[in-house]
Nanobody
């Protein structure tokens, strides 16, 4: 069983930055691929980024690549999402999650079994 807790959300002006954190606990909590997703009002849950167990493999949605960076610190059981150059379109609830899948399969929400409660990110213009 794995528990995930997100933090670091908030309200910023367009062009600003935020760093989200997701801390995990439970059995073998550092042995999973971890991903970030977001969901805006009226839209489907959207893949943002994922990172392999050892941090050696990362995947991004094309619209995020170059602005967002995912990384992890397994000693702290934490995965991060650094978000720069935020735009109003980035406003959403951001979730972290874990999966045993690797590679491209980590882009699909249906492969994730454990989810955090989410943290709100609001970007104003």
């Amino acid at each position: 069983q794995v528990q995930l807790v997100e933090s670091g959300g908030g309200s910023v002006q367009a062009g600003g930055s935020l760093r989200l954190s997701c801390t995990s606990s439970g059995r073998d909590s550092t042995s999973y691929t971890m991903g970030w997703f977001r969901q805006a009002p009226g839209k489907e849950r959207e893949f943002v980024a994922s990172i392999s167990r050892n941090g050696g493999g990362t995947y991004y949605t094309n619209s995020m690549k170059g602005r967002f960076t995912i990384f992890r610190d397994n000693a702290k059981n934490t995965v991060y999402l650094q978000m720069n150059g935020l735009e109003p379109e980035d406003t959403a609830v951001y979730y972290c999650a874990t999966t045993s899948r690797v590679g491209p399969d980590s882009r699909a929400p249906r492969h994730y079994n454990y989810w955090g409660q989410g943290t709100q990110v609001t970007v104003s213009s």
